[in-house]
């Protein structure tokens, strides 16, 4: 008997909004820049890479190459990822420990 396997892909279980906003935020939490550049990798899988790709104003394989594990996106790019997914961003002062 032989036993097939396939790579795990998380961009198939963020079907909810809310698990994809859990995702990246905690991603945010965590400050990697690698990390948040990978969530959003996963979300834009989840949502359709195609179309946010062209709603970023990229191609469908640069997205996949700045969004992987190892990418290196462009500030741009990501900006255009936030908007492509209808994301709105919110900032909170972090207040200093004492």
């Given at each position: 008997m032989t036993v097939e396997t396939k790579?795990?892909?998380p961009a198939e279980y963020m079907e909810s909004d809310e698990a994809q906003a859990?995702?990246?935020?905690d991603a945010f939490e965590t400050?990697?820049?690698?990390?948040?550049?990978h969530a959003f990798g996963i979300v834009a899988r989840a949502r359709g890479m195609t179309a946010i790709a062209r709603d970023a104003g990229v191609t469908r394989e640069a997205l996949y190459k700045a969004l992987s594990d190892k990418g290196d996106p462009k500030f741009s790019t990501l900006l255009g990822v936030v908007k492509a997914l209808g994301l709105k961003l919110e900032l909170k002062k972090i207040e200093a420990a004492e």
């Amino acid at each position: 008997m032989t036993v097939e396997t396939k790579l795990f892909d998380p961009a198939e279980y963020m079907e909810s909004d809310e698990a994809q906003a859990e995702l990246l935020a905690d991603a945010f939490e965590t400050g990697d820049a690698q990390y948040i550049a990978h969530a959003f990798g996963i979300v834009a899988r989840a949502r359709g890479m195609t179309a946010i790709a062209r709603d970023a104003g990229v191609t469908r394989e640069a997205l996949y190459k700045a969004l992987s594990d190892k990418g290196d996106p462009k500030f741009s790019t990501l900006l255009g990822v936030v908007k492509a997914l209808g994301l709105k961003l919110e900032l909170k002062k972090i207040e200093a420990a004492e």
